[in-house]
């Protein structure tokens, strides 16, 4: 695995989520909820089941980037990262276009009757808040673990929870968009 600059990964990471947040702002939030909850014309998922999978996530993920956050203190902090391999393996699985589709596992497959408008400002909320932590994160350590959404036996570092989970949205954010 490759080292990289702490500030420049979370400095990319959080203009990406500026992305799917604006995109989440001009577009989505001012779309009309038949259109949101419209499934996909191949069969997939709706704008709205895309979303409420990705808050899936985030009700489980931000609660625990927070508490390592938090438990972290400033002279922990290294100016350099180095992704594990298994997280390197899960975010370039989860990166747009890595043409290979994967079945949600069962706590994380959204309900087809959804309040659309309240599926789309959960996740802008998430995302604000997503934001707030990739700039507390300047000051902490990337290394600090955390354990994943399907098994709480396997940790992965906090900087491959970030990534993970922005490659992630980015991934479904691309699947919505394919919905307008």
Not at 10 to 30: A, F, M, P, W, Y
Not at 77 to 88: A, E, I, P, R
Not at 150 to 169: C, E, R, T, Y
Request: charged share 20%; proline share 3%; with cysteine.
């Amino acid at each position: 695995m490759k080292t990289v600059d702490t500030f420049n990964l979370l400095k990319d990471l959080e203009d990406r989520v500026e992305n799917g947040l604006s995109l989440s702002i001009t577009t989505l939030q001012n779309t009309y909820a038949s259109t949101l909850l419209r499934p996909s014309a191949t069969g997939g998922w709706s704008i709205a089941q895309c979303l409420d999978h990705l808050n899936s996530y985030g009700h489980f993920y931000l609660p625990q980037i927070n508490k390592a956050l938090n438990k972290n203190t400033s002279k922990d902090f290294n100016s350099t990262f180095k992704s594990s391999w298994l997280g390197k393996y899960f975010t370039q699985m989860m990166l747009p276009g890595s043409g290979k589709k994967y079945k949600a596992f069962k706590k994380h497959i959204p309900e087809k009757n959804l309040d659309a408008y309240a599926v789309v400002a959960e996740f802008i909320h998430q995302q604000e808040l997503l934001l707030t932590y990739l700039k507390t994160a300047r000051h902490k350590n990337l290394d600090a673990r955390i354990p994943i959404s399907i098994s709480p036996f396997i940790k992965l570092k906090l900087g491959d929870v970030f990534q993970f989970m922005i490659a992630h949205n980015e991934r479904h954010l691309a699947q919505a968009k394919r919905n307008l």
